[in-house]
């Protein structure tokens, strides 16, 4: 008669530890996996909430439309007032000056109407709306490059301008994007007054609408595209106030969930060896207990209730230490990213992490489980001499419905199916590959020439013997050590895309809104300040893709429901020049270059990488909105561009019949020759060219090293708890190999053995085991870091080969410190108490 579930689980809990004694590692492995992702659900859930809910703030309206190089006509102006309250202004880059002081700064001209959702804080507790005339906001970080506090005065584009207040908080600074400097707010009518608007300048336009109650931003745009189809507007609304940012959460959302899988598989490995310790240190009482009258299905119910019980337990502990740790990441993203302070309950990401760790606990715990139910008495008490096997059959079911179940929760819940569907084919591969490599290992060992030193030779033996447990260990440490060189590679190919790639291709500087009657005037006063340096003019101007293809069945832009990432050009307005002559660091792929003078049909030159994603080819079409009118003009040419030289590469370069007569000013690179002293050239450029604006790269390098750096932070960081859950598995797999030892060392010490040459032995087994898995894991952690570096991140492969080899080494060394230091408590054992019990 079986068991009632209430009976075996009286017996269950009786015979578990409080300390869950034995199970430890299986704890520690479901605490790591669940709590990582735990963490990174329950943060990526709160950031997107806060998105969509606080979407009105963030975008400062329900609607946002904006024009470069132009501002919105009185008849458009009316368009967008007539769907609700209206509020515009213009965005651009500008040189603030302070005495010899001068600094970058984004400046943001806004109207009285500004802001329609929220207030502007400043940090004297004002709650304020826009600046009065000849009065600025300024940001803490542009007060500081100017040296200015409140009361003093700084010029813009040659303009004075009182600091009257210093800007705490700015309730749309998320929705304004990247800028190349710190904000200044000043009134709508400053821009113009200044000459920064004047026609070809670089400027952005930009108008929010706050509906009626009960609006719809969608029906409200919809209009906008069909009454001005061709007017180069871009738009927003407000349940996509932050679209960059959205997609930057939802990709590293993913990232991180496949990094949290990654250590689940990973801890899967330890659960599975875990379980195998436990119930091997229980084969006694399971015997004891088959004698006893019990069947397979009452052994079945006590040890499944006993590592449900601590596998519930430790995806619980794992729950809360990822919600606790929520708060933590909001403190630190607050300034980023909209995170709601405190606690945060998301129990769809709680729930989907439970399933991910119980279901990994089911798939690795099944075959240990089924082997110890299925077997007789004496075949248990005999499995020291004898050791159980065949339950790969009776594990095929349940193993089978759980990886189908990992997978279609995997592919359910996924952002990119497709990211999600290799990564579970190259987990699965990988485990393949290393369950193949360790039974290479033990068919090698087997038929390997038999070294002549006893202990090499019993090390050998021990790689191929009966109830070895080389195939678990071979999994365990190729994992292990494959995360230890994945993070090396990846951390050390990051940093050297930092600090050596960008800073030698960059120039000194950037200069914007050049104007184009005085590029003579400029091009001579750069001389004249710094003789030597190299200098690059382009013409520049802003203008949107509105259609493409072949000439008589041309896709329009706002026709499509998705625009793929790879074809980030048609999303709103790039930059767009003309040139006489094949751009520097270019190169051309197909079709062939205008001549200079060249007076025919419109044309113009493509980046091949965009060509390639819209299946653009010689002879087709591309229509642009430049300053609300539509141009067209046909492929001449694919190109390749050098995306590293940070010069000025457009993906859209035209023959200078096709554009050249609209408004527009010049842009410049500036190369100075080394040792050259910067500041005689700025001050002279800040003076004589007032309204352009002239960017120091350096700066803009250190953001970019920064934020790089910060990418590489959080990869260390996710990567890190893979690595945990990977040490975690070598001490269990350890662990569990020297439960098996016991019975060996035992007969060994009778036969004569003493404690150095059974240290020597265990020393020999995992040095020799270590060193066939060093290539396999130095391959493997290799060969996915270069797809992490090289196609998720689109750097170069740049590994610093000495840094991976030495945390190898590393790697190596600790796996033979825990063997040693797990093999010291088998040779402290007495013969005659360990032979009575086994």
């Known amino acids: 008669m079986t068991l009632p579930w209430s009976t075996a689980w009286r017996i269950a809990r009786r015979d578990l530890s409080a300390r869950f004694r034995g199970l430890r590692l299986l704890l520690a492995c479901l605490f790591l996996g669940v709590g990582a992702l735990a963490a990174i659900g329950t943060l990526t859930g709160a950031i997107e909430r806060e998105l969509k809910g606080r979407g009105q703030s963030i975008l400062g309206g329900d609607v946002q439309i904006e024009v470069w190089q132009r501002l919105a006509s009185a008849e458009e102006r009316q368009a967008f007032a007539a769907l609700g309250k209206l509020s515009g202004g213009v965005r651009l880059q500008a040189m603030a000056t302070h005495g010899a ?49 409140r009361g003093d005065s700084f010029a813009i584009g040659g303009q004075p301008l009182t600091v009257s207040g210093i800007i705490a908080s700015e309730p749309d600074r998320l929705s304004e994007g990247f800028a190349l400097g710190p904000p200044v707010i000043v009134a709508e009518s400053f821009p113009a007054s200044a000459g920064l608007t004047q026609p070809g300048a670089m400027f952005r336009a930009r108008y929010r609408v706050l509906l009626p109650p009960g609006g719809e931003p969608v029906a409200a745009i919809d209009a906008l595209k069909a009454r001005y189809p061709a007017a180069g507007f871009s738009y927003r609304q407000r349940d996509k106030a932050a679209p960059g940012a959205e997609r930057f959460v939802t990709r590293m959302g993913e990232f991180l969930v496949l990094v ?107 075959p240990p489980l089924l082997a110890a139910r299925r077997f007789p008495a004496m075949a248990l008490f005999r499995a020291r001499v004898s050791p159980l096997g065949g339950a790969a059959r009776e594990a095929l079911v349940p193993v089978g419905l759980g990886v189908v179940a990992i997978a279609a929760l995997a592919m359910a819940t996924a952002a990119q199916p497709m990211v999600s569907a290799l990564f579970l084919a190259g987990a699965a591969a990988l485990l393949g590959l290393l369950g193949a490599l360790g039974w290479s290992i033990r068919w090698a060992a087997q038929r390997a020439p038999r070294p002549r030193s006893p202990l090499l030779r019993l090390a050998l033996a021990n790689l191929h013997r009966p109830s070895v447990q080389t195939g678990a260990l071979v999994t365990a440490l190729g994992f292990g050590l494959s995360a230890f060189v994945l993070l090396a590679a990846v951390q050390s190919s990051l940093d050297a895309n930092i600090a050596a790639r960008v800073p030698q291709k960059a120039p000194d500087y950037f200069v914007l809104d050049v104007p184009k009657d005085r590029a003579e005037a400029f091009k001579q006063s750069v001389a004249a300040a710094e003789p030597g340096a190299r200098m690059r003019l382009v013409p520049a101007m802003r203008g949107a893709i509105l259609a493409y293809g072949p000439e008589q069945t041309m896709t329009r832009v706002a026709d499509l429901k998705v625009i793929p990432d790879e074809a980030w050009a048609l999303r709103g307005e790039r930059g767009l020049t003309y040139s006489e002559d094949l751009p520097e660091g270019n190169s051309i792929t197909a079709g062939k270059w205008w001549p200079r003078g060249y007076a025919g049909e419109p044309l113009v030159s493509i980046d091949e990488r965009l060509a390639t994603s819209l299946d653009l080819k010689l002879g087709d079409m591309v229509t642009i909105g430049l300053l609300g009118v539509e141009r067209t003009a046909r492929i001449a040419s694919l190109r390749r561009i050098d995306w590293d030289t940070m010069g000025f590469n457009y993906v859209l370069v035209y023959s200078p019949n096709a554009i050249s007569d609209a408004p527009h000013n010049m842009a410049a690179t500036i190369n100075l020759r080394a040792g050259s002293d910067k500041t005689g050239l700025l001050q002279t450029l800040i003076r004589q060219f007032p309204s352009s604006s002239v960017i120091e790269v350096g700066g803009v390098l250190k953001q970019a090293r920064e934020l790089l750096g910060q990418v590489s932070t959080a990869i260390l960081a996710a990567a890190s708890v893979a690595v945990l859950a990977g040490i975690a598995v070598l001490l269990g797999a350890i662990a569990a190999a020297r439960a098996s030892r016991l019975y060996d060392n035992v007969i060994l010490r009778v036969l004569g053995a003493s404690r150095r040459q059974l240290l020597l032995l265990q020393l020999a087994e995992y040095g020799l085991l270590a060193l066939l898995l060093a290539g396999v894991s130095l391959a493997l952690g290799s060969g996915l870091a270069w797809l992490v570096v090289v196609q998720l991140f689109e750097f170069e492969w740049l590994p610093a080969w000495g840094t991976v080899l030495a945390v190898l080494g590393a790697g190596l060394a600790m796996v033979i410190a825990f063997a040693l230091a797990g093999s010291v408590p088998l040779l402290r054992a007495k013969p005659a108490q360990a032979l009575r019990e086994l």
């Open 101 to 149: 002081l001068a600094s970058p700064v984004e400046l943001k001209a806004v109207d009285a109407a500004w802001p329609l959702v929220g207030r502007l804080a400043l940090d004297d507790g004002r709650q304020v709306g826009a600046p009065a005339q000849g009065q600025a906001w300024l940001s803490p970080d542009a007060a500081a490059r100017l040296g200015v506090k």
């Open 260 to 366: 949290g899988l990654a250590a689940l598989v990973i801890a899967g490995i330890g659960i599975g060896g875990g379980v195998s310790s436990y119930l091997e240190a229980r084969r006694g009482s399971i015997a004891t207990f088959k004698v006893l009258g019990a069947t397979s299905g009452d052994i079945a119910r006590i040890y499944l209730l006993q590592i449900a019980s601590a596998a519930a337990l430790g995806a619980g502990l794992g729950l809360v230490a990822g919600v606790m740790v929520t708060p933590l990441f909001a403190m630190a993203l607050g300034q980023l990213l909209p995170v709601a302070p405190g606690l945060v309950l998301d129990w769809a990401a709680l729930a989907q992490a439970s399933a991910y760790g119980l279901l990994v606990a089911l798939v690795f715990a099944a």
